[in-house]
Structure formats: C-alpha cells, structure tokens
C-alpha cells in the first residue's frame, strides 16, 4: 500500500472519532428515560474523561482494528463503532463455537 493511501486510511478512520458527550443508554433524563450525558467518544458509544484516555482509545481500540483491516483486503469493511466491532465478534464466536 502507498503512503499516501496509507496516510488518508488512516486521517479517515481516526476523524471518524471524538472527544465529545454522548447519552449513556438512551433516552436521556429530558426525554423521560434514564440515560445521562457523559464524556467519550459517540462514535464507539466509549466513555473517559480525559485526553490521555482518548489517546489511548484511538492507539488501544482504533489503530489495530484499522491496521488489521489493512493489511488483510480480503475483511469485510471496518466496523463503523467499537459496539458493532464487539457485536460482530460475538457473532463469529458464538457461529464458531456451535461446529463441529
Ligand atoms: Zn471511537
């Protein structure tokens, strides 16, 4: 892969990510549910409360998703948050544990 391919894979994927609020288990309290705002990052439905957390999200939880996908063209598209990351795996290990 080019460097350039590289580079603007990888800007993508991580301009996809924030350090912002989001309702934790919506709907929120002003909606008349019981989720509350916290800080994280919305895209992966992820919460901290720090810099140093959201750097290590995006190196930790982002950067070998990507790499990953990458270097095997053969994967299906990345997952679009962290949620649906663990959702597919669970999917695979539950299809993988009911073979022979
Ligand atoms: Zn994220």
């Not at 934790?24 to 916290?38: C, H, K, L, R, Y």
Request: hydrophobic share 35%; net charge positive; proline share 10%.
């Amino acid at each position: 892969m080019q460097k350039s391919a590289l580079l603007a894979a990888l800007r993508s994927e991580l301009h996809r990510h924030d350090f912002s609020t989001f309702v934790d288990e919506p709907p929120s309290i002003a909606q008349g549910g019981n989720g509350v705002v916290v800080t994280g990052c919305p895209t992966c439905i992820k919460k901290f409360g720090t810099m140093p957390h959201f750097l290590d999200h995006l190196t930790d939880d982002v950067l070998p998703l990507l790499l990953d996908r990458l270097s095997a063209p053969g994967l299906p598209p990345a997952p679009r948050s962290l949620r649906e990351y663990l959702y597919r795996k669970i999917v695979v290990s539950t299809r993988t544990l009911g073979r022979p």
